[in-house]
């Protein structure tokens, strides 16, 4: 059984609309992360979140708590958003356990 | 300010083999953070180390340990090397760790087992 599970796998979508990406967990967190990996491996973290909603640019991510989930938005999606996204927890025990992640792929 | 940087970034190396990778910290961090990525697992993290201490371990055998420096720099060390070692290394780096402040990856080493 995975502590985090993703939805969906793969996602396309033609530029410019509006995208969701699921993440549910089943331990107790001290924070959640989402990261963005591109072709050639580099990560980069886009949100920590342990309460609420964050917003940066065209990207939101919201979290509740009391239903151990969290939402990945993406507004007037574009191809360079491209990418494979991951969402991370932190348990309270501080361990990290990942998603398999959700493949992007924006077609112009 | 730099980013973390990692060397070697591609390894080839035989089954039984060691092999030690590098990882510098973004100056003035001191957590410090490595995973492995593979097609099959995923990302898997292995250990946490902050002021030269191993602050937290995942689930991985023996064979995997690390160390850190007073310069935050860190190692990772994998011995008796098993082909499905084979995969993407990455650390991050923060400035309190714990998973509980923004990470920074690095590039990653891609460790090939043969």
């Known amino acids: 059984k995975n502590e985090v599970e993703q939805s969906p796998q793969n996602l396309t979508a033609q530029e410019g609309e509006f995208i969701t990406i699921n993440c549910s967990y089943s331990v107790g967190i001290s924070a959640l992360h989402w990261l963005q990996q591109h072709p050639g491996g580099g990560i980069v973290s886009l949100f920590m979140l342990s309460s609420g909603k964050k917003k940066h640019g065209r990207l939101i991510a919201t979290i509740n708590i009391q239903e151990k989930h969290s939402s990945l938005h993406i507004t007037a999606s574009h191809p360079r958003d491209s990418a494979v996204y991951i969402c991370?927890?932190?348990?309270?025990?501080?361990?990290?356990?990942f998603g398999t992640g959700t493949s992007l792929t924006v077609i112009p | 300010k730099a980013g973390v940087t990692q060397t070697p970034r591609y390894l080839i190396k035989t089954r039984g083999q060691q092999v030690t990778l590098s990882c510098s910290p973004i100056s003035g961090h001191r957590s410090v953070s490595w995973y492995q990525q593979t097609p099959g697992q995923g990302l898997q993290f292995l250990f946490e180390y902050f002021s030269e201490t191993q602050r937290n371990k995942g689930n991985f055998p023996g064979r995997f340990s690390g160390r850190q420096f007073s310069n935050s720099r860190s190692e990772m060390n994998v011995s008796t090397l098993e082909l499905g070692d084979s995969a993407l290394y990455l650390c991050?780096?923060?400035?309190?760790?714990?998973?509980?402040?923004?990470?920074?990856f690095g590039p990653g080493t891609r460790l090939t087992v043969t």
């Open positions: 991370a927890v932190t348990n309270t025990g501080n361990q990290f356990y």
């Open positions: 991050a780096s923060s400035l309190v760790g714990r998973g509980r402040d923004e990470q920074y």
